[in-house]
């Protein structure tokens, strides 16, 4: 079954203005993990927010893990669509701390399975011995993987990735992406990743595409 | 097709806010329109008589009034901004800091402080006769009318443009201020030839809103006895109870700030300088000798005019007063005051809020939606006030019948003259200060903590709560205190919309100085000067902070 599954999905951001993603389609299997390569500017990051709901289509449709979340007459939220994001910047909350992050998307469950969680997630990203501290308290690395286990700890249906090494020195790179592949092998996560670097790709990724896309879908 | 797009359109953008934010609206602008509504109804006897004997005396006054302000206030307002910019002189930083304290003293405190300081009693005759016998034509030293008006407006509201001004040259001159003086310009010209046409659109900003306080003002004008628009619109309430002639003078007087808008924009356009990218900070010249004396002597005389001449003499009064006016009552009466404006500031830092978070994501109605947020206050206080008392007028006459039924007697003003309507006023008038500071407080969080708080499942009330609010605290309590400090000491709608024998502290000082009991206003009028201050501070500060 597809767990992503577009349909000439079509976007821009005034109504005369050229389409930034004209008629796009995609679709993704369970446990896959796409690399979106493409020059800058080129709609990658407005593919993934029409994906995660933060902007809406002109036109197309868009349904995951079998459910319709957007397409000409309904809209659903970016919360209710199961989707998780990883942001360029990380954006982890400053006024929590490493922990209380990680549990912010957890607030529907049990305290118990919230805690074991919390323990599981941390462990799979290597975080244990810092969950006190405040995001400011870490290095970029070390948000960079508090970020990642933040999405994933809700267990999203797929994790949309927005250049998450693009913060990162050059060493640092290279054992990363060694240990993002591993944590979305374990996790079984269907991903989508977007960079510029062809190496990230080569590394982390199942399959590949190029925006903007000359065949119209894969 | 498109139908079903408004209504996917619909399912993802309307929630409670959306609505809070439409009733927000709706509140600010019903009272603003009923006022113009009034043009289109038939004029009654009333009207046709103020027609006839009396708008162009308004007119007329009006327009003196606003030119030769403007004209004085820009005068001063760039000279003082041209010397504290290009030049260093003993004093400097003091002045630089101090020549914006006259918007601290309410104008009409000022016009009463003054024309009694120099009345036959006061303190200039007494001791030009008594110490140094001089015996001048009293006539000549007394403030009245229109001289009045226009010395006071200009010495107490010339630091609009000198702030405008001041930080336009500081930061964008430099270039031309150094390429001039290096081609060996005098100052002089370089003031008349540079300066003033480069500054011009700062100028004019400036001006703008020198112009748009005296076209409001209610208290200096009533207090000299002089006829503008507003002081029409307040006697055409009070002295005739007729509030359909007080809403049509209330509609001209707001065609004519839409007017000064257009001009505004006019002037602003037709000249528009490439400013160097690039601006650094000019350097200022050391003045020498005379000069720097000079200098120092302008800003200080300016200075002790605008604020400390009247701020002694307020003292002086005051410890005559003291011990007669510090009492329970006098208590009672701050508590009056502080507790209105605390419930109105928090009823628009609601509101700001909700409204400021709607209108994030760029689009036509956000648009829309914050221009009429803030129109209240580009609306002069009298205006906002005949409309909002009219509104309610009508709704307690709508009302009646529930009255009735509640055994409230035969059709009683219920709502007009409750506390209900001047909180209601505040509300109009001043959210345009606590959205500002909401706006500028969701602009520093950005929406990348709302964007990834929905990616973890939380909608957007529990993200406001969880993420936003902790924040926004910054935002909040700045926009707290400025908009608190306006609310403590605006008079005029406080005058024309509180319940009978309500009493804020502006209230209480215009009456004292209205019935000659000048020293006993002087206590109060010193607390209003006191908070003022502070909140030009605050807004230095903030000021700094954002810069930094
Ligand atoms: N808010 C906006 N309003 C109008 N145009 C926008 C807006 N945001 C982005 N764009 C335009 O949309 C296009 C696609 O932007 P997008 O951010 O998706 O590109 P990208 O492929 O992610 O680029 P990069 O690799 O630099 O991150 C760009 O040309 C950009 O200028
Ligand atoms: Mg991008």
């Known amino acids: ?218 | 097709m498109e139908l079903d797009k408004a209504r996917r359109y619909f399912q993802k953008e309307c929630n409670g806010w959306w609505l809070i934010s439409m009733v927000g609206a709706g509140v600010i602008l019903l009272p603003i329109l009923y006022v113009f509504l009034s043009l289109f109804q038939s004029p009654n006897e009333n009207w046709i008589h103020i027609r006839q004997y009396l708008l162009q005396t308004y007119t007329v006054n009006t327009i003196i009034l606003v030119t030769v302000t403007g004209l004085l206030t820009a005068f001063i307002g760039v000279l003082l901004a041209w010397l504290i910019a290009s030049y260093d002189f003993p004093f400097k930083r003091f002045f630089r800091f101090t020549l914006i304290f006259p918007l601290a003293i309410p104008p009409y405190i000022a016009a009463y402080t003054y024309r009694n300081m120099l009345s036959y009693t006061g303190v200039v005759q007494s001791t030009l006769r008594n110490q140094l016998d001089i015996h001048i034509n009293s006539e000549l030293l007394t403030l009245t009318s229109v001289s009045g008006s226009i010395f006071i407006f200009t010495f107490f509201l010339y630091p609009y443009v000198y702030l405008i001004t001041l930080a336009f040259l500081e930061k964008q001159s430099a270039a031309y201020i150094e390429n001039a003086r290096m081609l060996g310009q005098k100052p002089v010209p370089i003031f008349f030839k540079i300066i003033l046409p480069l500054s011009r659109p700062a100028i004019i900003g400036g001006v703008v809103l020198v112009v748009y306080e005296v076209l409001s003002d209610y208290g200096v004008t009533s207090y000299f006895g002089v006829h503008t628009f507003t002081t029409a619109i307040f006697q055409t309430w009070f002295g005739m109870y007729d509030v359909d002639s007080a809403m049509r003078l209330a509609s001209w007087l707001m065609i004519m700030i839409v007017g000064l808008v257009f001009i505004e924009r006019l002037l602003r356009k037709r000249r528009r300088y490439h400013l160097p990218r690039q601006s650094r900070s000019i350097v200022p010249v050391r003045l020498k000798g005379g000069k720097a004396v000079a200098a120092s002597l302008v800003c200080g005389t300016i200075v002790s005019i605008g604020f400390f001449i009247p701020v002694i003499q307020l003292l002086a009064w005051a410890g005559m007063t003291f011990h007669t006016i510090w009492d329970s009552q006098f208590f009672e009466l701050l508590y009056q005051t502080v507790y209105i404006a605390v419930i109105a500031t928090a009823i628009i830092l609601v509101f700001s809020t909700i409204i400021a978070n709607v209108t994030r994501s760029p689009s036509t109605f956000s648009y829309i939606l914050s221009k009429i947020v803030t129109a209240g206050y580009s609306i002069p206080g009298a205006i906002i006030a005949i409309g909002v008392l009219a509104l309610f007028i009508l709704l307690d006459g709508w009302l009646a019948p529930v009255y009735e039924w509640m055994e409230l007697g035969e059709a009683p003003l219920i709502l007009s003259l409750s506390l209900v309507m001047l909180v209601v006023g505040y509300v109009i008038r001043y959210m345009a200060m606590g959205y500002n500071a909401m706006e500028v407080g969701f602009e520093k969080v950005g929406n990348r903590y709302t964007e990834s708080s929905r990616m973890l499942g939380h909608g957007k009330t529990t993200t406001f709560f969880k993420v936003e609010l902790p924040l926004l605290k910054g935002a909040l309590l700045s926009g707290f205190l400025l908009t608190f400090i306006e609310i403590f000491k605006e008079l005029p709608l406080a005058l024309l919309l509180r319940p009978f024998n309500f009493e804020t502290l502006a209230t209480k000082t215009y009456q004292y100085a209205n019935d000659e009991r000048i020293y006993e206003a002087a206590i109060p009028s010193l607390i209003i000067i006191a908070v003022s201050v502070l909140s030009v501070i605050v807004v230095q500060l903030l000021d700094r902070r954002v810069k930094e």
């Open chain 1, 1 to 218: 079954m597809n767990i992503v599954d577009i349909q000439e999905l079509s976007f821009s951001f005034s109504r005369n203005d050229e389409p930034i993603i004209d008629r796009f389609s995609l679709s993704i299997k369970k446990g896959e993990v796409v690399g979106i390569l493409g020059p800058s500017g080129s709609g990658k990051s407005t593919l993934l927010r029409l994906i995660a709901g933060l902007e809406m289509p002109s036109s197309g449709s868009i349904t995951i893990a079998g459910r319709r979340v957007v397409d000409d007459r309904m809209f659903i939220q970016p919360e209710d669509r199961g989707v998780g994001m990883v942001f360029q910047d990380y954006a982890l909350f400053p006024h929590m701390t490493v922990k209380d992050n990680i549990m912010f998307g957890l607030s529907g469950l049990p305290r118990d399975k919230r805690k074991s969680d919390l323990e599981e997630m941390l462990e799979l990203v290597q975080m244990q011995d810092y969950k006190k501290r405040y995001p400011h308290e870490l290095s970029g690395g070390q948000q960079q993987r508090v970020a990642l286990a933040r999405a994933l700890a809700p267990r999203p249906n797929v994790l949309l990735m927005d250049e998450p090494f693009s913060n990162l020195d050059t060493d640092l790179k290279d054992e990363i992406r060694h240990d993002l592949r591993e944590i979305l092998q374990k996790a079984d996560m269907t991903s989508i990743l977007v960079t510029h670097d062809q190496k990230d790709v080569a590394a982390i990724c199942t399959k590949q595409m190029m925006v903007p896309v000359t065949s119209r879908s894969m």
